[in-house]
């Protein structure tokens, strides 16, 4: 009988690749891990900030206090003259983010509202099978009262029945 030089390793690794129901290990990647679920919040509270009327006081703030400090600050501090490229590259790239990370809060808002149509109209399909079954109900208890005598029904047949025997009493007599 030949000898198996493998090691108990090497031969584990050959059965678990052979198989099909065995799941390969992974291999070790360099790439960042995110939670998609967390990134997605943070980004709908961005866009709900950037939505809002303090977010543009702010930016309003921060712009007008850019422009006075480039024009009326002395020219040794000044850090961006006259065209402001550097505050129309800062505004860019707040835009380039910005959209994005809104495009983003409305697909999870898209989600969130397609799930909500799902459950209203499961819960309309039932209100409307149980409306039907209470409207068959009323049907069948109309149909069942209709078959019984009332009270004043009943009352009416024994005045008639009493007119009845008083007159068959005065007869006999």
Same mark, same amino acid.
Not at 7 to 27: C, G, I, K
Not at 104 to 127: P, W
């Given at each position: ?96 983010? @910005?959209?994005?990370?809104? /495009?983003?809060?409305?697909? =999870?808002?898209?989600?969130? $509202?397609?799930?909500?149509? #799902?459950? +209203? &109209? ?26 019984? @005598?009332?009270?004043?029904? /009943?009352?009416?047949?024994? =005045?008639?029945?009493?007119? $009845?025997?008083?007159?068959? #009493?005065? +007869? &006999?007599?």
């Amino acid at each position: 009988m030949p000898r198996d030089d493998r090691s108990t390793d090497d031969r584990r690794l050959l059965r678990s690749t052979s198989r099909l129901d065995v799941p390969r290990e992974l291999r070790r990647t360099f790439r960042p891990v995110y939670d998609a679920d967390a990134f997605g919040r943070l980004s709908e509270r961005i866009a709900r900030f950037l939505g809002t009327g303090q977010f543009l006081v702010y930016m309003t703030g921060t712009i007008l206090f850019w422009v006075a400090w480039n024009i009326f600050a002395p020219a040794s501090l000044r850090f961006d003259e006259y065209p402001f490229i550097f505050l129309t590259l800062a505004l860019s790239l707040q835009a380039s983010y @910005a959209a994005p990370l809104i /495009l983003l809060a409305q697909n =999870r808002q898209e989600a969130r $509202d397609r799930v909500q149509y #799902e459950r +209203d &109209r499961d819960v309309d399909a039932r209100t409307r099978a149980d409306m039907e079954f209470l409207a068959r109900e009323m049907a069948s208890l109309r149909m069942a009262v209709g078959e019984v @005598a009332t009270r004043d029904f /009943l009352r009416s047949e024994l =005045r008639s029945l009493l007119a $009845d025997l008083d007159t068959r #009493e005065d +007869d &006999r007599v």
